[in-house]
């Protein structure tokens, strides 16, 4: 999933002191699952702000919506019948969300409640940690289910860099040796000459070397 | 001979080499670094220039080696993934060649997070043994890594880096072999200061015929101080400092460690020369190039051999 964290409240306020009225809408799809934007945190936001712009004695009136997918046009349309109403729109979206309403509300400013942060797997309740940067061309069947450019801190693509020590990454004890992790599952595969293999210099192109990236499925397309 | 390098003149010729470094200055001080070379003159065989060493900016490694060709020395130009793309990589690589510097080392480099610039972005576009074979494709077969033809072709004589200390353990040798398969030529290690775990790490590499194919230099460092062998020992990630070596600091008055720390490196030396497949020894005084003199005359490795 898509994961995000939430904006200080300070950051936010600076965004909407010059709004009366305002829609805040939340995605029900990864930031819910990751319990940044989703409905649940839509509430708690819109009475933070609510309370603490009216004790610097601002009044905002902050309205609610969740959509079930914010990066959607289909999706983004139910909104047609609340923008007119309000002045701005904060969004709890991933930087996608914020985007397509930005597109399809030309008119209206939009703000982002939330920092989009990586793609990545719940480790475990309440911690999440990035799995994938999207290079394009996917090198996990190399490296035992385990990915090195997400998470070797250099990136290196042919084993452990001299600063990895008990299974630890030279950056610090909390984050794991991506290479200790990808011999290991070698191991138990029984597939150690894999590592023996030299990867060459990656192509960058697919991920994102070449540029924004776009996919166009002939079969899908309209 | 696969280029005009005296690094390989010397090792080609059966001599234990010896090489040094010199760290670039933190601003546009070409004295320091002449100051520096002067002290490693007719000592060494080539003199690592270290590429923004620890993610501090520092004078580029290009410059600082040109800087000690001209007084005489020869350069061992480093070069980290780190900072640059495989553009600029190249670029610099045969500017390098152009101006004379015939000899480098590849390497991934220290992660952002332990320098000045913790906020910069690591570029990583290849990783160490793609740099090998990069170079080596240069090199060998006169083209770019992006397939273009490349006009007099850079000979260089290619190292990288080995830590025998690091993990997991079983990885090491495997990953030397991969260097070496890469394109190395010749290997520099991490400081040895636990020199029995050395020694079974060059067993599984002599049982696989790797001294044979790359020429590893034994990385040695004089420790300056007590306060020095702790920080070494507990902060530097995937360095290996015995308690027995701290404790043999400790028990030598401050004002002998520097003298005790030189004594162990010397002491370090004449043990690795008993161990096979090494091939030569790479000093890092780091900044204090002022005892590698020392060092290598009491090692019994004065004066270099002329090739």
Redesign the interface.
Known sequence: MITAERKPLEELIEYLKPFKRVLLVGCNECVTVCAAGGRKEVGLLASGLHMAMLKSGTNVEIREHTLERQCDPEYVNELVSMIDGVDAVMSMACGCGVQEIARRFKDKPVFPAVNTKFMGASERQGVWSERCQGCGDCLLGQTGGVCPIARCAKQLMNGPCGGSTGGHCEIGDDVDCAWALIWERLKALGQEERFVEITPAKDWRPGGGAGPRKIIREDLAE | MRTESRLEKILAAGHLAVTSECGPPRGALPDKVREKGKHLEGIVDAVNVTDNQTAMVRMSSLAASVLLKQEGLNPLFQMV??DRN?LAMQADIIGAYSLGIDTMLCL????T?FGDHPMAM?V???????LI??VKGMRDEGKF?GGAELKNPPRMFIGA???P????F??RV??L??KI??GADFIQT?CIFNVDKFEKWMEQVCARGLHKKCYILAGVTPIKSLGAARYMKTKV??MDVPQEIVDRMASVPKEKQAEEGVTICVETIERLKKVEGVAGFHIMAIDWEEKVKEIVERAGLLPRPQV
């Open positions: 993934t780190r495989r991934s480099g220290d992660h997070k690591n990583h576009d290849i990783d160490s043994i793609q074979q990069m890594q880096a080995a830590n200390f690091a993990d997991p079983e990885l495997l990953r072999a991969k398969a890469a991490q990630p995937g």
